[in-house]
């Protein structure tokens, strides 16, 4: 029986709804959602592309939150999209131009990435074996790379997993 891939602009998609609810996984300064005169702009970016998301398809895409900041990751926490769908992928396509920055993430600082490294170690001790070790500039969390998140009950097993680890994702860049 074989799995389905995950799309990669979606993958960090499904992953972290219990570990992370409305947080993100870029750093600091590399967005620039964070800072300045940009704030508002990226803001109402962020807005829009909830909209033509919804528009294209996906009716249960989140709008951002209150501080502006929206990622994939945010998108995952809190929220039943589900992005291995046909009208995810046509969407994400469709309303690319409008995708907020930071909105796929961004790469790690060092520290970040031995933080992340110290999150993968933690998961496969809280019970998800086969969680791989993240790459600097990819999600923190790809269920596409964890098989056993596909069998019955092992995103349960995930998300319990990430609730214990959850204070050595936010020093790998997860953000509250």
Not at 32 to 38: C, E, P, V
């Amino acid at each position: 029986m074989s799995r389905p891939r995950r799309p990669p602009a979606a993958l960090a998609m499904i992953a972290m709804v219990a570990l992370i609810s409305g947080c993100g996984s870029s750093a600091p300064g590399e967005t620039g959602i964070g800072g300045g005169n940009n704030t508002a702009a990226n803001a109402q970016k962020a807005v829009k592309f909830a909209e033509c998301m919804r528009s294209n398809g996906v009716s249960q895409f989140p709008d951002p939150g209150a501080s502006g900041k929206f990622t994939i990751d945010a998108v995952a926490n809190g929220s039943s999209v589900d992005s291995s769908t046909p009208a995810f992928k046509q969407a994400i396509s469709a309303c690319t131009h409008l995708e907020p920055a930071g909105f796929m993430g961004s790469k790690r600082s060092s520290q970040q990435q031995q933080a992340a490294l110290k999150f993968a170690q933690c998961i496969r001790e809280d019970g998800v074996k086969d969680f791989p070790d993240p790459i600097p500039n990819g999600p923190l969390v790809d269920t596409g790379r964890i098989p056993s998140a596909a069998e019955p009950g092992g995103m349960s097993v995930l998300r319990a997993a990430m609730q214990k680890c959850r204070d050595v994702a936010t020093a790998a860049g997860v953000t509250r």
